[in-house]
């Protein structure tokens, strides 16, 4: 049974470059979700998506940020002209059908963005 | 604003020791709270709590929740130096039109030491 999956694990560019991360989910997880960790903090909320659905964005996705899960499996959040603020940890996770309440998200190892 | 509030925000602790770990939080279309424990990777699974007063258990590690009161406490007994990690406290809300997302807390930080 293979856990989510990102890809990269690590990415380091300059400011004001583009960066685009890849999210495998759990094989029939329909739910995908995204959050971002800094350092002593907590993750934090990005977005949803059900299905090939975004249900939900949050605030802090501004729009620099897009995501995208065209077929409904894997899913990519693209950063355009990055930021030192956007120097975090972007965690990926994913979970099964049904309703939310009963099932628990798994996370994936994340990605660590570095902004020189 | 939904807040979660996680305490004490770092603890070190000996072998052997039992630990309690508390989240208490104030979050609006509440579903469940959920621990995760997270070393150097990703937040890994422990516990999903939906209803008050029964107590979940894996191991050396409990936990219970208390919709009333709106806390959740985590208690590991018999501390080991494996069990060092950052614990997570989450509340699993409905934000509408299908959606549900996790609003975490900062952490607490366990060290064990030998």
């Known amino acids: 049974d293979t856990g989510v999956s990102q890809d990269p694990r690590h990415k380091i560019t300059k400011r004001g470059q583009n960066v685009t991360f890849r999210c495998d989910p759990i094989?029939?997880?329909?739910?995908l979700y995204w959050y971002r960790q800094t350092l002593g903090q907590g993750p934090e909320f990005l977005t949803y998506?059900?299905?090939?659905?975004?249900?939900?964005k949050s605030r802090l996705l501004s729009d620099r940020f897009s995501a995208e899960r065209p077929k409904g499996s894997f899913s990519t959040l693209e950063i355009q002209r990055t930021e030192q603020g956007d120097s975090a940890m972007y965690l990926c996770?994913?979970?099964?059908?049904?309703?939310?309440?009963?099932?628990?998200?798994?996370f994936g190892d994340g990605t660590r963005l570095s902004i020189l | 604003e939904d807040k979660v509030v996680q305490s004490p925000l770092s603890l070190v602790v000996h072998e052997g020791d039992t630990v309690t770990l508390n989240c208490s939080y104030e979050?609006?279309?509440?579903?469940?709270l959920l621990w995760y424990k997270q070393e150097k990777k990703a937040p890994t699974f422990l516990f999903m709590l939906?209803?008050?007063?029964i107590e979940k258990k894996s191991g050396r590690l409990s936990s219970i929740l208390d919709k009333k009161e709106l806390f959740s406490i985590l208690n590991i007994t018999a501390t080991q130096t494996g069990d060092s990690a950052i614990y997570l406290c989450a509340v699993n809300k409905y934000s509408g039109a299908g959606s549900y997302q996790l609003t975490f807390g900062k952490g607490t930080k366990l060290s064990v030491i030998p």
């Open positions: 998506f059900q299905n090939e659905a975004q249900l939900e």
């Open positions: 979050v609006t279309n509440f579903r469940s």
């Open positions: 939906t209803s008050s007063g």
């Open positions: 094989s029939e997880h329909n739910r």
């Open positions: 996770a994913s979970s099964p059908p049904g309703t939310g309440v009963n099932q628990p998200q798994h």
